[in-house]
Each structure stands twice: as structure tokens, then as C-alpha cells.
């Protein structure tokens, strides 16, 4: 078995060779070939590999690796470097990507060959891979980003430049203070984020409370509440806030009618956009306080208690202390949330702009000024990345409540009287208030116009979806079929893929131990904390040109939701697998089961909530998602959401909510579709265990 | 894969480092095929560690593994024909218990029907073919114990390890455990390696038990020898409860020498000591509590603390040579605390402590 290696060597090679042979270098189609130089130094390393194996069981295993290592680097490298440094060349195809991918596996056996990774092929190969996709996908497009950012006008990097764009008075001009116009855009992210960030956490801790301390009986109503933003289209929300409280809203016809109050528009601007993003984010911050609120031990209230405190000492002196971190974490994601939000700013920010929706127009207005809008991408990408350290050390410091370990039994203390009106009180207003957005954004589609025609009609759903039968059988002639076909491929597409790699990152995370691994865990979570404008501005400045040549095509798009979304499915498995006791791998090893072996028959199967948790995600994250996409679209690659956001624009409010609901609709279909396909695990007869929707940053 | 004989063991020089802590340490001894020999000692003191570089989970430092007469040290768990059952058992909560034991042919590349039969078998030889279609949840923790006891054996290994194996049973089970995988190995001759930290187990269970403390071995040998006469305090102390206290040794020949404690006299093996005042170590069980006055004097005490425990009784006594723990099968005439006492010293269980 221990020639496996070899073997695997041989294949390569020879997918490398063929490769070279059959399919084009470069990707352009008017059919100009690549110089024999460029073709030369990867056709002889992929040869020298080939009769390495013709020079077998003399040759020991460290030369072999070392070969292996170096044809494969090398020649890499060569091709990496010589893409980079020619200018004026197509980019890369099929063919140099088959032949790269050769040459990095064949890298990654002479590491596995040298003993790197306990001389395991398939770990050396998976982590090889992960790394250099991350490297190419998510580091590189960040460093173009920051290169941009740096250079000037005229393309000299220049510290100026940088100093100019971040600093410019447009964003951190103070106007508003004086009375004058508006704020810089700097200011408005900054105030909007930490306004947010207070709401949500304030009103999931509420929710919490309400959920854990209280008799509450409807606590699967608000559980479901949880699940709602994670299938919502991002400006679903910021929809129903208009046709509540818009200029032709509901409200304000009222107000009209009884009152005579002219019509405000108090909505357009930073209330409203406070108000939709906290409605959009509050689900999350209760995801995270009610891990925070059930992780107070009970028992050290009774033994408050038993010390003669009364319940609001104990609550005030014992049960907020204890979640004080936890509070800290919310309130971070919050932050985060709030920044790299992209929909609910551009439906309702109106003059009010902020860091990510000045990108957008300074790419795709009349602007268009690249530098500016990568400067912007790096101020955003400051901001966010620095709270998500600062909320990682919170996180990373040992949260009080993980001191007492579970098994600790006990009654929760009942809230105090004050504290739990306080929270019934804002739990349940804001309950129906969230209910009743979703129930006008969902009635919005059956009528005329909202606010003057009040008429029943399918009229939007028949103008988005309209199906003819014609002479060679259905035609999609309703506007909305072209993205809607595509955003179900390419989420299609997307979602096993995000899954996988997700997955096998955390195997490679948490059950494999090699150099370098802290670094690996660095930069596959960093990714999760770009905000999606940045990911956007980025891959634009990065896959705009050779070598690597994307935009405008379909697989730019998976590229993103790939690495956008793996880190759910990362974090899911990482999760569900720190659960699985290590011995059971080592059960399978001494019972025959090799790496590969052990991860497809133990660990996947016992994965398989995970598995169902990151497939949903990523798939509905694809569907889903507006922030990064909406630089990435082309006429040929429309996305529903896209498509959404320019009907929004446009004011044709009709198509986009009856759209929205369709998506809504079709999404919960495909929840059930995977969790049937993927199965369920089973451990105990009768009881499937199915945890809940992972949850984090949505941007 | 099939080779049925039993394979012998050897370590030399076996280091196991992580990173500034050392698990392991300069570790080498022998276990001969067929036999069942235990690794015995408190929790760190890198037991489960050695039995892992002998599983080939753990990969040494330096020094060498031989099992059979090859050199495995360079070899993965999987390549080495040694099997393990696990402290957790770690049966795969998805699979049934067949499948459980099916795993091993079934990854080694048998089919389907092959893999199974063979697995019907190694349930069969653990009593638990009915249970074949259940799941591992389903189970009892004897019953989860032999199934994992099966899974190890269906590949018909040389060696079996066991990672304290009794420790998640209640103790009623765990002596019948004890004695099926005694009965066990004595039935297949394969060659055992068993980590445990109870020293009853290990004296009940061995051919020879191995001590190990703070990375090393301590003390090799038989369960009688390591009981009877240890080395060191520390030997003294884990293989059971144990009294220090101090004594005369006047030699009297190559092996044996007169060790006077307070005003008794027994001949004991000197172990090389010089003569002179040395450390002793007397089992509780071998200070005798005698009625009346005995003849060739005796040690006067008072019972400081009595704990009745059904099969025996136990006693703190505070006599002229300090204080003494005496266990006494007497428990039909039990002494309350406060009661003058007579003590004498049993022929067996006092050892010269070399320091």
C-alpha cells in the first residue's frame, strides 16, 4: 500500500500531460496559442515526474519526495510568475489550470513523500489545495485591493494617494453638525454601526429573556422569527418599511387622511436604515445571547439566592456580570453586520451613503474611479476586520459562563418584575411589528400600485413570470426567468462546492496536526470577516485582467459565493466535529482505515447535520446574497437578487416583492429537497438529531 | 494479515516528546509473546502514551518499536497489525454493532459477505451474536466493551491493546469483564498489553506488571514481587495501601538480614541494604492485632479510628512506632476507638525500602 504515493504521481502526471495536450492554455477564443517557451518548462517537469516513476523502488522515498517537490513547485512558479509577469497575454485556460492543479498535487505528494503530514498523501493534497486556493481567491484579490488603494492617478504607488482617498473630506466631513448638507460617508457608517449594534443586542438579549426566563409559550413562534432573515432577500425588510412607512406607505395616508399631516419621508435616510438593519439583525444577536443567557449556571443564582439576595440583587450582581462578555460578542457582530451591509442602505439610505453603497456608485456611476473605490473598500475592510479581532479576543477570552461546565443542575431564577416587563414589553411589539413587515411585503405583490391602488392582481407575478406555450413548446417569456434560471444554477453549483471545501477544512482543522496550521485557520476565517462590498470591489481589480481572466463570467460568481460562504460550512463542521471523539478516528486507523477512509465511512456520516447545515446555507446564501454580487453581474449573468435591487431602484416596487416571495418560497423548497436528499443521521432508533441553521455575519 | 502467532514486543530507548514536555522517557522492556503484561501507574505518568507509540498513534521521538522481530517504529497505526480497544470504546455511534465489526475487513478490502461472516464469528466468540443489528446505543457498557473486544479481534491481530478497559463499568462488572478478557487471551495466546491505574486490576488481571511514574518505568516483575517487595516508595505506595515506618537491619547472611521494628524481630531479604537504621514499608495486613499479652514481645497502641467494611476492618492505631493503618478480618469482635491494643508482624508483606 505504501506505493499508493507513486501511484498517485502517476496520475497526476498524466492528467497534467493531458491537459497540456487536449485542452486550451489560454482561455481567449480567437485561437492564438502560447509561445513554446511558456508550454516548455511544465511539459518536461510533468515528463521528469512521469519517468520518476520508472526509476521506482531503488530511488527512496526522501530523494523521490524531493524531486516531486521541486518539478512540481517549480515549475509552478514558473508558470504563476510568467502569467503575472507578461503582459498583453489572454488569460489562463482550461489547460493551465488543469496543469497547475497537476503540478500543485504533485508538489503535495513529494511533501507527503518527505514525511510532511505523517507521510499522509490525501491530508498533504487537501491542505496544499485549500492553501493555495485561499491564496489565490480570497488573499490575492484583498492585496490588489490594497495595492490599488495605494496607487495614484497615475499609477505610481504613492503614500499620498492613500492619505488622500482615506482621508478625503467626503468622507469625514462634519456638515451636519452645522447645519450643513450631510455628514461624510465615514461617519455614517461609524454612527449607524454602533446605533445598530446597541439596538440588536438590546433587543435580542430581550428576546432571550423572554425565551429562557420566562413561561413564555410561544417560543417556537420567535424561534421561527430566527430562521426568517437567513431566507430573506436582504432588502425584503427595507421593502416592507416602505410600504408601512414610506411617502406612499401606510402611515403616512393615515396620517394624511385623519390628520391632514403631509407626507414624510422621515424613512429615507439613517432612521430607516437603522430600523431595517436592526429588524435584520436582531435574529442574530438573539442566536448569540441565548447561548450567553442558558450559559449561566443556574446553581450560582440559587446559591445567590440561598445568600438571602432578592432577584433583581441576583440578576443585577450575578446573572448580567455572567453574560457581560457574551453581550460584548453581540454587540460586535452587530457592528459588523451593520458595516458591511449593503441592501438595506441602498433601498433606504437615500442621500444618507455609507462606506459600502459609496463603493457601489463609485464603480458603477458616473464616477467610475476605481482607486476611490478600493480606498473606500480598505477603510470598510479596516473597520471590519478590526472589530472582528477585538470581538475574537472577547470570544477567545474564557467566557465566564464555560467555567462551570454543564451537568449543572437547577432551576433558572425567575427574572425580576421590572426586568421581565421590560423585556415582555419589547419582545412582543417588536415581534408584530417584524411580522407585519413581512406580511406587507408579501400582500405588496397582489396589488396594483400600493399606496394608490389598492386592487388585487397577479399582475407582477404574470409580468416576472409569465410561461407561454409556443409552437416548440414552454416559453419563459416573464422578465425575471433569465436570472432566476441562472441564480438556481450557479447556487446550484455553488453550494455542493462551499460545502465540501467547508468540510474539509475543518477535518484538516481540527483532526490534523502540521506546521503552519494556525496560519491555515487564519486565513481560511478571514474571509468571513471581509465585509461583501470589499470581496466585491476586489475581485473586480483582481480577476479583471490576466492571468487570471473572470469577470463577466459565470464562474467569478461561484468563485465568490465559494469562498464567501465556506467559512459557515467551516465553522459547522468545526463545530460539529470538536463533538466527535478523536478516538473514533483512531479506532478506524488501527483497524485499517486511512485518512480518506476514515473521513468518507466515520466522519461524513456522522457529519451529515453539518453537512445538510452548510449545504442550506451556502445554497441560500447564493440565492440570497447582494453585497459582493452586484459588481460581479453581467448582461449574461444576471442574479435574481440584482435584478431585485434594479426594479427597487427603478421604484417598481410590484415585481420586486412578488420576486422576493418567489425566491422565498423556493428556498424553503430547497431546504427540504437537501435535508431529504442528505438524510439524516441516525444514532438512536427513532430519534433524529438535526441541529439548528448555523448563523453568523450576514453581509 | 492473518499471521495468527503471537507476537513478542520490544521498546528500546522509547522517547516520547511534546514539545517541552517529555511523556515518555527513555523507555525499554520486553513482553513475550502470549503473554498478558500490564502498564501500571497514576494518571500522567505516560502509561497510555507508551501504549499508543506501541499502537503506532503516537510516533516516538526516538528509540525503537519491534513487534514480532520487525521494526515498526516507523510505520502508522494502520500498518502495524496491533489492535486497540479503546478507554471510550469508540464504536461508531452510526453503524450497528456488525457493522462495527465488519469495519476492519470491510476497509481491508473483503467483501461485503466476507466482512460480515467473519464479523458474525468474532460477536459469536463475545457471546453477542443476537445482538448483531443493534445499535451501539442500544447497548450496555459490558455489552458496548465486548463488541469493541470483537472489532479488535476479528482482524485476528498479534497484539490487543487495552486502554483502561474496565474504567467506564460499574464495579460489579468490572471483575467478570476482568476475568472474560483474562479467560480471553489465555484461550487465544495472543500477546496483551493492558493500561490501567488500579493496581487490583493489574495484580488480578497480569503475567507481569510494568510501573511506570513520571515517564519511566519504576518497577518490572510478576504481581506477587511487585506487591511483596517493591523497590521504592513509590512502588510501595501504588501497589496498595502501605505503612513507612523506620527499622534496624543487622545482616546476617548473602540474602537475608534481621530487621528489628520497635521490640519484634523478622527475618527479612536484606535487598543489599547496609546495616543500620533503613526504611520499611509493612502492609496493613500484616500487622496481626493479637488478644491478650503474646509471646516474644509485641507493639502496645490504642485505636485512634475503627471503619467497619463488611468483609474487614480498619483501624488507625497510634502506636510506639507512629502511626499505623491495620486492616483485621475480625469483624465479629470490632474494637472501638480507644481501646488499648497488642500488635505483632505477619511473616509476609514487610519490605526493606531502598531509598
Redesign the interface.
Known sequence: ??DGLRRWALVWSLVGCAGLALAPWYAASDGAGPGKLQLLVPGLALLAALALRNLPLRLGRATLGLRLMVLGGGSFIYIAAQGFAIGGQPGMGLGAAVVATSLVMLFALGLAARGFF??DAFVAGAVVVVAVLVVFFTLYPVARILLSAVQGSDGAVSGRALAERLFAAKIWRLDCLTGGRSCGVGWNTLVLALLTATTTTALGLAFALVVTRTGFKAKRLLRVLTVLPIITPPFVIGLGLILIFGRSGLVNQLMEWAFAVPPSRWIYGLPGVWLAQTLSFTPVAFLVLIGVVEGVSPSLEEASQTLRADRWQTFSRVSLPLMLPGLANAFLVGFIESIADFGNPIVLGGNFGVLSTEAFFSIVGAQLDQGRAASLGVLLLVLALGAFFVQRRVVGRKVYTAISGKGDGGRPAPLPPFVRRLAFGVALPWTMLTLSIYGMALAGGFVETWGRDYTPTLRHYAKAFSVEWGGTGIIWSGSAWRSFWTTLELASIAAPLTAALGILTAYLLVRQRFAGRAAFEFATMLSFAIPGTVIGVSYILAFNVPPIELTGTGIILIVCFVFRNMPVGLRAGVAAMSQI?G??D?????????SF?TLR??IL??LRPAVVAALVYSFVRAMTTVSAVIFLVSADYDMATTYIIHRVLNGDYGVAIAYSSVLIVLMLAAIGLIQLLVGE?????GAPALEALPTGPIA | MTDRRAARIELSGVTKQYGAVTAVRDVSFTIAAGSLVTLLGPSGCGKTTTLRLI???E?VTSGRIMIGGDDVTAL?????N???V???Y?????MSVLDNVA??PR??GRSRRQAAESAREALAGVGLAELADR?P??LSGGQQQRVAIA??LV?EPRVLLFDEPLSNLDARLRRQMREEIRALQQRLGITVVYVTHDQEEALGVSDRIIVMNHAVVAQEGPPRDLYESPDDVFVAGFMGETNRVKGVLWRLDERTGRLTIGGLTRTVPHRGLADGTVDVAIRPEAILIVDGQPTGGALRGTVSQAAYLGSRMEYSIASEIGELFVTSPAVDAPLAPGAPVALTLASHGITLIRP
Do not use: I, N, W
Open positions: 500500500m505504501r505523517k507521510g471523539d478516538s473514533l483512531e479506532a478506524s486507523r488501527t483497524l485499517g482505515g486511512r477512509v465511512r466515520v456520516p456522522l443521521r441516525r444514532l438512536r432508533r | 499502537a503506532g498513534l510516533t502508522g497505526a494502520t500498518d502495524r496491533v489492535s486497540m479503546f478507554q471510550s469508540a464504536l461508531f455511534p452510526h469495519y476492519g476497509v481491508g445499535l446505543s442500544e472489532r479488535a482482524l
